[in-house]
């Protein structure tokens, strides 16, 4: 028997005869008319007004704090004490300080209460993290606690390619929004990130910080401070592929899922309310001993992966401080394996394997 990793990539013929074909045509492999090309089309699929395409998901954050002016220390970011650390790593690389909040126990997304709590007259942006292409329960509330008090509203939106909300993309609620496209995201090109926004002077803004303050490409006149944020063509003509796909792995991906959910029925396995709209990127459960159920499958050959720690515990914030919910999640949630081509009899190991654990 095959052993079912937790996450692996789909790449098809498509993606290799468009890289060769790149590289037969003498491109230039670094950022240029594909990069653009793939900007164009992450713009429509999202029905944002601009797109800027970077090196990472990261980064993207890096310079979404950047663009908007959020690079001292004195400067606060409220990022969710759950997310993946790459939130928080982002806010500090932009010179400015994270401080982290509580976050919804059902949607494991940033809580306006505790949001309230950590709000300071230093706090000028906040983190909006939309796990697992899902949204906070009191988005408009939280959206419009920032807009009275002239917080910025940053979107980490990196595992949300394809999730909706009430008919707008998630990343265009806030000033900005970022996707990444690691290896596991909804689409890879290796490495790559993109940010979102409707607003013509932030996406002024952030053109100039990926590409060292430049006014026009290969033009070194240097009318703002920048840094090399930039992408190749090489991974845009993945991108393009992939993204031209992305139909496919969306409805795989929410197949899978409803099938897990009505197969572990009568399990004791929760679930996270999702909506039709959301793509559940991870297949996330919540269960009483993670780690056990972690090695019961593996002993079956079937891949899973714990939750995020808390990132207060982590040693680059090391801190005390009362994170209930966040330390609830990260100690029981379990992802089962997710990648989009796992097939009918795939979901159904899966799914026996759990149930065995609980016989
Ligand atoms: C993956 C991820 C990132 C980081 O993206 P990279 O492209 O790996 O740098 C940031 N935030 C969240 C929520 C992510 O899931």
């Not at 496919?248 to 909506?275: C, D, H, M, W």
């Not at 799914?351 to 654990?357: L, R």
């Amino acid at each position: 028997m095959e052993f079912i990793e937790q996450y692996k990539p789909w790449i098809g013929e498509e993606e290799s005869r468009e890289v060769n074909n790149y590289l037969r045509g003498g491109g230039y492999l670094t950022e240029f008319r594909k990069t653009k090309e793939f900007a164009d089309a992450l713009r429509d699929f999202t029905g944002a007004k601009y797109c800027s395409i970077v090196a990472n998901g990261t980064v993207s954050l890096t310079a979404a704090c950047l663009a908007l002016g959020i690079d001292k220390r004195e400067d606060e970011v409220i990022v969710p004490d759950y997310t993946m650390i790459a939130s928080a790593n982002a806010v500090v690389m932009a010179g400015s300080t994270p401080v982290f909040a509580d976050v919804e126990p059902g949607t494991m997304c940033l809580s306006l209460e505790s949001l309230m709590r950590q709000v300071t007259a230093r706090t000028r942006a906040i983190m909006l993290v939309s796990i697992n292409g899902r949204y906070p329960d009191q988005l408009h509330e939280i959206l419009d606690f920032c807009s009275h008090r002239k917080i910025a509203v940053i979107e980490d939106a990196a595992q949300s390619l394809g999730s909706f909300h009430q008919g707008r993309h998630v990343g265009l609620y806030g000033d900005i929004g970022s996707f990444s496209f690691s290896m596991p995201k909804i689409i890879t090109t290796g490495q790559g990130g993109a940010l979102v926004t409707n607003r013509e002077d932030v996406y002024r803004r952030i053109e100039l910080i990926k590409n060292f303050g430049r006014e026009s490409a290969g033009i070194d006149k240097h009318i703002a401070y920048g840094v090399n944020f930039k992408f190749t063509d090489l991974q845009a003509v993945i991108g393009l592929e992939q993204l031209k796909k992305i139909q496919e792995r969306i409805q795989r991906k929410k197949a899978n899922y409803s099938r897990l959910r009505e197969g572990l029925k009568g399990n004791p396995v929760a679930f996270f309310a999702t909506s039709e709209d959301v793509v559940p990127w991870f297949n996330d459960i919540l269960v009483e001993d993670p780690i056990g159920l972690q090695n019961h499958l593996k002993q079956l050959k079937i891949g899973s992966r714990p939750f995020y720690p808390t990132i207060h515990t982590q040693a680059p914030y090391h801190q005390a401080g009362e994170f209930p919910h966040a330390t609830y999640l990260s100690t029981h949630g379990l992802w089962l394996p997710s990648y989009p081509q796992l097939s009918i009899s795939d979901m159904d190991r899966i799914v026996e394997g759990v149930a065995s654990y609980y016989r």
